[in-house]
């Protein structure tokens, strides 16, 4: 609601000032620092001054006094040199926000183009840790933000099944542990396998490690798998495909969905690759490297390896600092003939894009427990019934921003290629990585090398086996949320305490997740975590456990206030009593803030759609619940004596309890019914 009026304002104050002064100015709206100034303040004045050649209060004092009223406003004052300060009709505000709680922006699926959201994206050699589960939290959450305010959204998981790490674990299996094709099909069908692999594939990077000629074992076996040949490419799909199921489960636990799982054999088996290279040879976008280092293999030509810097004393030479990784990238096919992942995600952006002239086909994968079904990338035929996949305008990668570079290289690829308006609509939605806080490291038995002790935190490695796999951390935390559950609700039958617990534990693990900014390395530690105080989704899921309860209390007290609030919105709406007495500045100042508070849902959902940062999100949710638990100790709502004032105190909660439910299920959180 307050993103609304402050759109009209901005509407209004653009119309008036092109009616009125013949000219166009920049209309900027801002938050004024206390509430007496109102509730949204605009300096254009000063601005409009400059062109007019008058004082800036003058100015003000004139549009104050000629604009037209303005629907949810109740005034329009002029402040300091000249900012026009406009305070909104309180009760107006109340009505609108009431009557629009738990409301989308826009109806889910009503826009016309599609947006593509890929997240997850494990590597299927091992089993998820908390680092991957971030990327999924985020992915997951942005997705359903972008519903809400009305984008057609489309979310895909990318599985890297051709790849080195995949090879590494397939050598594991025929070099380590000696194991057929048979055997290592029976395994994958026990429970754990993931858990077995992530084992292996620590082995295996010490295997390779002992001897860098045993590296030759690796590019035979990756050749093998990228071709698909023979048993070694059959290991590979029985492990990758396990491992995925493996990763689903895991992610069902968290409640989060996908609806194409694109696998990168399709992209080699479908001959994408093959299209996408003759169209980038075509085009001059790669070249072949006739002598150097890369001699031998198809290389992109970046448009920042061209430009000459401004004083070229200053220039640093090209490789001697260049990342190792960063060199890989630009290489588009290897001496060898093997793609390296940016040639084959080029391929997969064009795609992604509708760009590529073929399509996969594509069969049902998995079922997620909300009936949701995920589809999987296919060489075969259609299973009946497919959705029709990719043909996005908008792409969010959100992918670490250690893979910046790579990033940069597929969209310098399609650029290269023509695709100039695509490139501009594909975004990383970069994150910063998941740590260890020393104590964690230490409680799990991982040295902490030296440079990570002055650092205050230890990396993750998923090579080195380091890492709190993410099994392991739901499991803790609903042994944790349990033991709580039973304590306080020992009456409760097993299924519902099970349930209960479940839903703390995933609130506690997502909220955590979510509350830092994408920047943020994330150090994590299994008691800051585990915390069901403070700025955390339990604190945030108990308010609405305790918004529920007075709900109840108050229907009891009179059945026309619904707990749901549906009947105590329409009471409200048939107008039988006035609220604006409730609203008087200033002594019931403390009860507008939070209704604005509560009204401000929106912007804050758009702010997080325009900064890509979904912890605005998470921020509301703990500010709206802090907000409401100070005011749950100020008012006794249920033994209120005045009638008029413990219904509006009923209606005020009603709405907290909409927005709060609103921004958890943004998140992926639910409260549950007892705590």
């Given at each position: 609601m307050y993103k609304a009026v402050e759109e009209r304002i901005r509407k209004a104050l653009r119309h008036h000032i092109h009616e009125r002064y013949k000219t166009d100015v920049p209309v900027v709206t801002e938050r004024p620092p206390k509430l007496a100034m109102g509730e949204v303040a605009s300096p254009l004045c000063f601005e409009l001054a400059k062109r007019l050649k008058k004082p800036p209060r003058a100015l003000a004092q004139e549009i104050a006094n000629s604009l037209k009223p303005i629907a949810g406003l109740a005034r329009v004052e002029v402040a300091g040199g000249g900012y026009l300060n406009f305070f909104f009709d309180r009760a107006a505000f109340f009505r609108s926000a009431s009557e629009q709680a738990g409301h989308e922006s826009v109806a889910a699926g009503a826009a016309a183009t599609k947006t593509v959201v890929e997240h997850t994206s494990i590597n299927p050699n091992k089993a998820a840790h908390i680092g991957h589960v971030r990327n999924a939290v985020l992915g997951d959450t942005f997705a359903r933000v972008l519903r809400h305010v009305g984008?057609?959204?489309?979310?895909?998981?990318?599985?890297?099944?051709?790849?080195?790490?995949?090879?590494?674990?397939?050598?594991?299996?025929?070099?380590?542990?000696?194991?057929?094709?048979?055997?290592?099909?029976?395994?994958?069908?026990?429970?754990?396998?993931?858990?077995?692999?992530?084992?292996?594939?620590?082995?295996?990077?010490?295997?390779?490690?002992?001897?860098?000629?045993?590296?030759?074992?690796?590019?035979?076996?990756?050749?093998?798998?990228?071709?698909?040949?023979?048993?070694?490419?059959?290991?590979?799909?029985?492990?990758?495909?396990?491992?995925?199921?493996?990763?689903?489960?895991?992610?069902?636990?968290?409640?989060?969905?996908?609806?194409?799982?694109?696998?990168?054999?399709?992209?080699?088996?479908?001959?994408?690759?093959?299209?996408?290279?003759?169209?980038?040879?075509?085009?001059?976008?790669?070249?072949?490297?006739?002598?150097?280092?890369?001699?031998?293999c198809w290389v992109m030509e970046l448009p920042?390896?061209?430009?000459?810097?401004?004083?070229?004393?200053?220039?640093?030479?090209?490789?001697?600092?260049?990342?190792?990784?960063?060199?890989?990238?630009?290489?588009?096919?290897?001496?060898?003939?093997?793609?390296?992942?940016?040639?084959?995600?080029?391929?997969?952006?064009?795609?992604?894009?509708?760009?590529?002239?073929?399509?996969?086909?594509?069969?049902?994968?998995?079922?997620?427990?909300?009936?949701?079904?995920?589809?999987?990338?296919?060489?075969?035929?259609?299973?009946?019934?497919?959705?029709?996949?990719?043909?996005?305008?908008?792409?969010?990668?959100?992918?670490?921003?250690?893979?910046?570079?790579?990033?940069?290289?597929?969209?310098a690829g399609l650029r290269g290629l023509g695709y100039v308006e695509e490139a501009d609509h594909l975004k990383h939605f970069a994150y910063n990585v998941v740590a260890l806080t020393p104590r964690c490291a230490q409680e799990m038995g991982y040295e902490i090398p030296a440079e990570d002790a002055k650092k205050?935190?230890?990396?993750?490695?998923?090579?080195?086996?380091?890492?709190?796999?993410?099994?392991?951390?739901?499991?803790?935390?609903?042994?944790?949320a349990r033991a709580e559950v039973d304590a306080r609700h020992g009456e409760e039958p097993e299924a519902a305490r099970a349930a209960i617990a479940h839903a703390i534990a995933i609130g506690a693990l997502r909220f955590f997740l979510l509350r830092f900014t994408r920047s943020t390395v994330i150090a994590f530690d299994f008691a800051d975590a585990l915390s069901f105080e403070g700025e955390?989704?339990?604190?945030?899921?108990?308010?609405?456990?305790?918004?529920?309860?007075?709900?109840?209390?108050?229907?009891?007290?009179?059945?026309?206030?619904?707990?749901?609030?549906?009947?105590?919105?329409?009471?409200?709406?048939?107008?039988?009593?006035?609220?604006?007495?409730?609203?008087?500045?200033?002594?019931?100042?403390?009860?507008?803030?939070?209704?604005?508070?509560?009204?401000?849902?929106?912007?804050?959902?758009?702010?997080?759609?325009?900064?890509?940062?979904?912890?605005?999100?998470?921020?509301?949710?703990?500010?709206?619940?802090?907000?409401?638990?100070?005011?749950?100790?100020?008012?006794?709502?249920?033994?209120?004596k005045d009638a008029e004032k413990q219904a509006f105190l009923l209606l005020l909660t009603a709405l907290v309890r909409e927005q709060l439910v609103t921004a958890l299920a943004l998140m992926g959180i639910t409260a549950p019914e007892k705590m």
């Open positions: 984008r057609r959204v489309e979310v895909q998981n990318y599985i890297d099944n051709t790849g080195v790490q995949v090879a590494d674990v397939v050598l594991g299996f025929l070099h380590l542990e000696k194991k057929s094709l048979d055997e290592v099909r029976a395994l994958a069908a026990v429970p754990k396998f993931d858990y077995l692999c992530w084992d292996l594939y620590t082995r295996v990077t010490h295997f390779l490690e002992e001897d860098k000629s045993r590296l030759a074992l690796r590019g035979e076996t990756l050749k093998e798998i990228e071709e698909g040949r023979g048993d070694v490419a059959k290991m590979a799909e029985v492990i990758s495909t396990a491992i995925v199921k493996c990763h689903l489960r895991t992610l069902d636990r968290l409640g989060i969905d996908y609806d194409l799982l694109s696998r990168e054999s399709e992209i080699l088996h479908l001959k994408f690759w093959d299209a996408a290279f003759e169209m980038m040879k075509r085009r001059g976008t790669i070249q072949l490297a006739a002598e150097g280092k890369n001699a031998g920042s390896d061209r430009e000459e810097p401004e004083d070229a004393a200053e220039a640093a030479p090209e490789t001697a600092e260049e990342p190792p990784e960063e060199a890989e990238a630009k290489i588009i096919v290897r001496s060898n003939g093997t793609v390296t992942y940016v040639g084959k995600d080029i391929a997969h952006h064009l795609w992604k894009f509708g760009l590529l002239a073929r399509d996969f086909h594509y069969r049902r994968f998995h079922r997620h427990p909300d009936g949701h079904e995920a589809w999987v990338t296919s060489s075969d035929k259609d299973d009946p019934g497919a959705p029709s996949f990719g043909h996005a305008h908008e792409v969010f990668n959100v992918i670490d921003s250690r893979q910046a570079y790579p990033q940069r290289v597929v969209v205050g935190y230890v990396d993750v490695s998923g090579r080195k086996g380091q890492g709190v796999k993410a099994d392991d951390l739901l499991d803790r935390l609903e042994t944790n955390t989704g339990p604190y945030v899921q108990y308010a609405v456990v305790r918004i529920n309860g007075i709900l109840r209390k108050g229907a009891e007290a009179d059945p026309g206030m619904a707990a749901a609030g549906a009947a105590s919105l329409a009471r409200l709406k048939g107008g039988e009593f006035d609220v604006s007495r409730f609203l008087a500045p200033p002594e019931c100042d403390d009860l507008w803030e939070i209704i604005l508070l509560a009204g401000s849902l929106g912007a804050r959902v758009e702010l997080a759609v325009a900064a890509q940062e979904p912890a605005f999100v998470a921020r509301f949710a703990f500010e709206l619940a802090q907000a409401f638990n100070a005011f749950y100790h100020k008012h006794h709502i249920v033994s209120e």
